[in-house]
Structures are given as C-alpha cells and as structure tokens.
Nanobody, 122 residues
Framework: VQLQASGGGLVQAGDSVRLSCATSGRIFSSSTIGWFRQAPGKEREFVAS????????YYADSVKGRFTISKDSAKNTVFLQMNSLKPEDTAVYYC????????????????WGQGTLVTVSS
C-alpha cells in the first residue's frame, strides 16, 4: 500500500486547513488510517485515526473538537480537517496505515506517507 499526504501550508492562527491522504493498493478492513505529527525537536505524536471500513474515529485530546478525520470511499482518500488552528499545531503531518487495527503508537503503523508541513503563525 502507498500513502501520499498533501495539503499543508502556511496559515494564520484561527484558520482552517484540510489535509489529504491518498491511498493506493489494498487496505485491509481490519486496518486503521492515522494522522501523526512531528514538530521540530519533538517526538512524533498521534493526532487522529479512523477505521478503514467503519465510522469509528479517535482523536488526541489536544485536537478534539477542532480536527475531524474522514474518508472518501470513492477516492480511497482520508482527510484531516483542521479548524481553529493554533501555533502549537505547527508540525509535519504524516498519514499512516496500521494493519493491526487501533493504536496510538506510531511504531504500530507499517506504511507511511511522506509528510506535509503545516505552519501556523500567530
């Protein structure tokens, strides 16, 4: 499976951005697609994830209520809608696939996209 993240850019605090994760290849029904982010000098952290074949979603407390993960089944694309952005949301955002199901640990995800940078200015 291949994943390609896109949609990042430079925005101001309070703005919205939608990231896309285009997938190709077979993604098993037992898989989840997750978004992670990594800010300079910090560890990669979980942002959100979604089961590939149903509506269950999970969010980090820091983004709950502001970010929404969704999927366009026709396009095999997963989105991360990010609203009310804050400077602390600045990071490289990655999408990834976990064949083993739900996890918030980046090491459980076996396929990764290349990352897209989101910079939020104050």
């Amino acid at each position: 499976v291949q994943l390609q993240a896109s949609g990042g850019g430079l925005v101001q605090a309070g703005d919205s951005v939608r990231l896309s994760c285009a997938t190709s290849g077979r993604i098993f029904s037992s898989s989840t697609i997750g978004w992670f982010r990594q800010a300079p000098g910090k560890e990669r952290e979980f942002v959100a994830s979604k089961w590939w074949n149903d509506g269950r979603t999970y969010y980090a407390d820091s983004v709950k209520g502001r970010f929404t993960i969704s999927k366009d089944s026709a396009k095999n694309t997963v989105f991360l809608q990010m609203n009310s952005l804050k400077p602390e949301d600045t990071a490289v955002y990655y999408c990834a696939r976990n064949r083993g199901g739900y996890s918030r640990y980046w090491g459980d995800f076996d396929s990764w996209g290349q990352g897209t940078l989101v910079t939020v200015s104050s």
